[in-house]
């Protein structure tokens, strides 16, 4: 490969590989998270009376609800989805919706785990 060859490959790779990081940093966004809060959205909304129909119909039920769309929603990194502790979460989830009634007392706790982030 002759020397002038070798220069202008090396410069257009440099290029491409600016082009790829670039997008990467400032379109991933666009194109991953925001796509991909809408479809998770749109399953939980499907799915939230089939999973959770048997609890009886009240304003912590809704507010629980509106609850979870403004986590989901607010959402800015994955680290955030990482970090909350879901293990925690589900239990306390599973407790507060055992007898079919979700209690205010319940519902700040769900809420205190979901806004200590």
């Not at 502790?85 to 407790?95: S, V, Y």
Request: proline share 1%.
């Amino acid at each position: 490969m002759r020397k002038g060859c070798f220069i202008k490959s090396v410069v257009i790779v440099t290029i491409l590989i600016a082009v790829i990081i670039y997008l990467i940093e400032h379109k991933f966004d666009d194109w991953v998270v925001k796509p991909g809060k809408k479809i998770i959205l749109s399953e939980v909304a499907k799915n939230w009376e089939n999973e959770d129909g048997f609890i009886a119909e009240s304003v912590e039920k809704d507010s629980l609800r509106s609850l979870m769309r403004y986590y989901l929603k607010n959402i800015k990194t994955f680290e955030e989805v990482v970090n909350l502790d879901e293990i925690n979460f589900l239990k306390e989830l599973d407790i507060a919706t055992e007898d079919s009634l979700i209690s205010d007392n319940e519902l700040s706790k769900l809420t205190s785990l979901l806004k200590k982030e």
